[in-house]
């Protein structure tokens, strides 16, 4: 819920934010008992996460990727300034983990 003003009488009334989508909704105000429309716009923003010294160059900085189940995360790695990854193969779960892992 979120409230927005009242375009007749200025006060505050509670609408409905629960859908996500773009939309205009009729309303009624509880306090004047004039209806109006709502216009709902979704918005996009966009951020720099960061400096990412290995798209310029540099080496990945690699940290193992965590998770449940476990197995599926072994020998998975992402990069902590761009979020590449990679999978060394030789340390990869095998079947026999999976095994153990799904009889444990």
Known sequence: ???IKCPY???YVEIDTDDHYEDEEEYSCPKCSKNFEVSKKLEIRYSAC??????????HKWKPQVGSPAPHFRG????EDCSATKNVKSELATDEDW??????
């Open 1 to 3: 819920m979120t409230e």
């Open 9 to 11: 009488c200025q006060q």
């Open 50 to 59: 960061g400096k990412a010294d290995c798209l310029n160059g540099a080496d």
């Open 76 to 79: 998975k790695y992402i990069c």
């Open 99 to 104: 095994k153990a892992y799904y009889n444990e």
